[in-house]
């Protein structure tokens, strides 16, 4: 009877050993269940993370490049533009596209002494953009002054020779000077005549009126403006 009980306890023993290790065994499982999906839903989001940063980097990455290449197009797009005139160095220049008229005075040396600045503050907007084959011409002052004059033909004056004196209503005189026949010393007594322009006056003789005057000796039309009045012809 000892030996049956001793039997069924080792049975006993062994069923209940059996259902600890299944028990074990499918815990054991369990976890490598659930950690294998653990570890799947993790790499699942870690992809899906470094998938969205790669997409945003390519993506700003193309964005650069297009706009560096937009960049590159519109500093490699040039407009050609012709300036003469009273400008220090005349010639066709290639300016950037988006250039304004003040760029290609700058780049053509700004105005030469002889340039109508007052013509150009009136009448030329240096904010305007440029386009292909734009021309600008700046005047000269003699130009300005001829074209202001053109009205009004100028008749050769029969005043005497060289030096006159001529009577005024305020009981004071004033000397006219031939531009055709006078010395240079008298040229310089003019108002504005140096002797650079009393050489070049003399040089480009005779003369019919103020406007050939500006116009061939290139005469400031600021300073033949002070002389009209003091000159013959």
Do not use: H
Not at 29 to 39: N, P
Not at 123 to 141: G, H, M, Q, T, W
Not at 157 to 181: E, G, H, Q, R, Y
């Amino acid at each position: 009877m000892i030996s049956s009980i001793v039997n069924d306890f080792e049975t006993s023993l062994i069923d209940y050993k059996n259902l600890v290790i299944d028990k074990i065994v499918a815990r054991k499982w369990l976890f490598i269940v659930v950690g294998s999906i653990s570890i799947s839903i993790l790499c699942f989001f870690v992809l899906r993370s470094g998938l969205t940063e790669y997409k945003n980097r390519a993506k700003s990455t193309m964005e650069e490049g297009t706009a560096g290449v937009n960049a590159y197009s519109n500093v490699d797009k040039k407009v050609y533009i012709d300036i003469s005139g009273a400008i220090k160095n005349p010639d066709l220049y290639k300016l950037p596209e988006g250039a304004r008229v003040m760029d290609a005075l700058k780049i053509a040396g700004g105005l030469s002494v002889d340039g109508d600045v007052a013509w150009v503050a009136k009448n030329l907007n240096v904010a305007r953009k440029l386009k292909d084959s734009d021309k600008i011409y700046i005047p000269f002052e003699w130009e300005v002054y001829e074209s202001s004059m053109s009205m009004a033909e100028l008749q050769p004056n029969n005043f005497p020779d060289v030096v006159t004196t001529v009577a005024v209503s305020n009981s004071n005189s004033k000397l006219i000077v031939n531009i055709n026949t006078a010395t240079k010393i008298q040229l310089e007594s003019l108002s504005g005549i140096g002797p650079a322009y009393a050489d070049r006056i003399i040089q480009f003789r005779p003369y019919k009126n103020v406007g050939e005057l500006g116009r061939i000796a290139k005469i400031p039309s600021s300073t033949l403006s002070k002389i009209t009045e003091l000159i013959s012809f």
